[in-house]
């Protein structure tokens, strides 16, 4: 094993990875410490994203969404299909995929000249690495950079410890091996939506406490109360403003027993998913002497370029403070590695799309119309029903909207947010106008192919100038 590189980056989630593969292609010569063992048994690489996050949640999703369409749906357009479920059978595709993909970082580990080292990896003074494989002699590394991608873990809830596959963090609800027939979600986040609405869909009867009495409050409260009410079509049975006082193992599933305005309450289900939030994992990463600091959330201390407190030490990713999202740990590696080689790329921390994968999926980007409020901004707004989009209402998916908010001086947008079908592809067109400081006059002039589901984005566009055509607009006074 080489003991020397230019750049050696711990943890191989989706920033690090990124950042390794990237310095690689810029000609570093670069080693990349991953501790995760994967479902097999085997080191794998692609962290959380890959293994327990992204892509795992996403085959479920897709799969049950499939499910629940062909069973309820599709009679509203003509097919009559009753179809059931294997859940065994999505598990292993679920499985498959990630191994794929995580096969596929090795691969272009190796096509880039990405040294693996499968083990655990912790920074001394100096830039120096402690590095623990799995098999075999611990040895210390000497890095010219050094690039902290470790990461984050779910928290918990003392009145909810994780008991066995019953009640479980995102990484247990993956793994189910039948439909529990009641479950519980503490937590109406992005987890608990997403993971209640795999399970829900595939059957069973879900009940999601949240504590807090807002739904969803960083998104637009005008997307977040339409969502509400259709996760409620759906059954989702959403419950606000309630504390979690415990949970405990029965003989048949758990009882758990919370409070809201009303009183106590208790609460029978098979399985209990626990999606309150993840924490930033530095657990055994620095030795007393690394000289990089934590802030006072416990996430790693970094500047707007990512550098730490050591010199020549970055830090990306879950760790690092922003929202934990795989795009933006990307970037944030790419952006490090581009800027050693000289180059002067910056991470826009504006244009950071986010989105749920619920159905209909949510995703926004930029600014709400509650911070542009608490900002003092003078914005316009332009919206637009999918209900009045051809192509939406021929693909039975009419349910949602897209609202735009713009600067009510230079008509720059400054939001975009879309509750509807295929959000999270819709939302990149906002995330491209963003970036290249489009007003919503730009997007209206821009010629959208029809019939698409864009044209609800280019609609809302011209809606806030009171030019929208499929819609009767707003008078301005
Ligand atoms: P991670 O992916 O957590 O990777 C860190 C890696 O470092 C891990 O493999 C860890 O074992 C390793 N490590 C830590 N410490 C050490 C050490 N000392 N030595 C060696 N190795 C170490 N984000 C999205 O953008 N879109 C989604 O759709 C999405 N869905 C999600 C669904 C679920 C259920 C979950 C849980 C998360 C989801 N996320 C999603 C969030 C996303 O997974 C994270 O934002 C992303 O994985 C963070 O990447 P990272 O590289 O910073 O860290
Ligand atoms: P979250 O912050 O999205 O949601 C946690 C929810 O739990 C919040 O609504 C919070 O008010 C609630 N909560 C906290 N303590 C509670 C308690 N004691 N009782 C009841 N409710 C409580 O966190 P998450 O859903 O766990 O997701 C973690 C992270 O993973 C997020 O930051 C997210 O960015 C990332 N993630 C992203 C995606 C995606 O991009 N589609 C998907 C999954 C996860």
Redesign the pocket.
């Known amino acids: 094993m080489d003991l020397s590189y230019d750049v050696i980056v711990?943890?191989?989630?989706?920033?690090?990875y990124a950042a390794a593969i990237r310095a690689a292609q810029l000609g570093m010569k670069t080693a990349c410490?991953?501790?995760?063992i994967g479902k097999n048994g085997e080191p794998t690489l692609?962290?959380?994203?890959l293994?327990?996050?992204?892509i795992?949640?996403?085959a479920l999703l897709d799969a049950s969404h499939k499910y629940a369409e062909a069973n309820e749906q599709f009679a509203q357009i003509g097919i009559d299909a009753k179809v059931s479920v294997d859940v065994e059978r999505m598990i292993a595709h679920k499985d498959a995929v990630v191994d794929q993909l995580t096969g596929g970082i090795g691969a272009l580990f190796q096509g880039n000249g990405v040294t693996h080292l499968a083990?655990?990896?912790?920074l001394q003074a100096g830039r120096r690495i402690e590095f623990t494989p799995h098999e075999g002699e611990a040895a210390t590394l000497q890095a010219g950079h050094v690039i902290l991608?470790?990461?984050?873990v779910?928290v918990g809830i003392p009145p909810a410890p994780l008991t066995d596959d019953v009640i479980v963090d995102?990484?247990g609800a993956?793994e189910f091996l039948e439909v529990p027939k009641r479950l519980g979600v503490i937590g109406a986040g992005?987890?608990g939506l997403?993971?209640g609405s795999v399970w829900g869909r595939l059957g069973a009867d879900v009940v999601i406490l949240e504590a807090l009495e807002d739904f969803l409050p960083v998104a637009d409260p005008r997307i977040a109360r339409d969502a509400l009410r259709e996760f409620g079509r759906q059954g989702l049975d959403i419950r606000l403003g309630t504390r979690v006082m415990g949970a405990s193992v029965a003989k048949a599933g758990v009882k758990v027993e919370y409070q809201d305005k009303e009183g106590d309450h208790k609460l029978d289900v098979d399985k209990l998913i626990v999606a309150v939030g993840?924490v930033p994992?530095t657990e055994?990463?620095l030795a007393q002497d690394s000289g990089v600091n934590l802030d006072e959330r416990g996430f790693l201390f970094v500047d707007d370029l990512c550098a730490t407190d050591a010199p020549e030490v970055y830090a990306?990713?879950?760790?690092v403070r922003g929202p934990?999202?795989?795009?933006?740990?990307m970037e944030e590696g790419i952006m490090v590695v581009e800027r050693l080689a000289g180059h002067k790329p910056l991470v826009n921390y504006d244009c950071v799309p986010s989105?749920i994968?619920t159905h209909p999926e949510i995703a926004w980007v930029g600014k709400t119309e509650q911070e542009l409020k608490a900002d003092g901004e003078a914005y316009r707004t332009g919206q637009f029903s999918f209900a009045a989009t051809g192509r939406a209402l021929a693909a039975n998916e009419g349910t949602g909207l897209v609202k735009i908010l713009a600067d009510a001086d230079n008509d720059r947008i400054l939001g975009v947010h879309i509750l509807g079908p295929q959000a999270s592809e819709l939302i990149a067109q906002a995330v491209i106008a963003m970036e290249f400081g489009a007003s919503a006059e730009d997007l209206g002039l821009t010629m959208f192919a029809h019939p698409t589901l864009s044209e609800a984005v280019h609609e809302a566009a011209l809606g806030i100038g009171g030019n929208a055509i499929h819609m009767v607009n707003r008078r301005r006074s």
């Open positions: 711990i943890g191989a989630g989706p920033s690090g410490i991953d501790k995760s692609g962290g959380t994203c293994n327990w996050g992204c795992p949640s996403k083990g655990h990896g912790r991608a470790p990461g984050s779910p995102s990484t993956l992005v987890i997403e993971l993840r994992f055994g990463l990306i990713g879950d760790v934990m999202l795989a795009h933006k740990g989105v994968y």
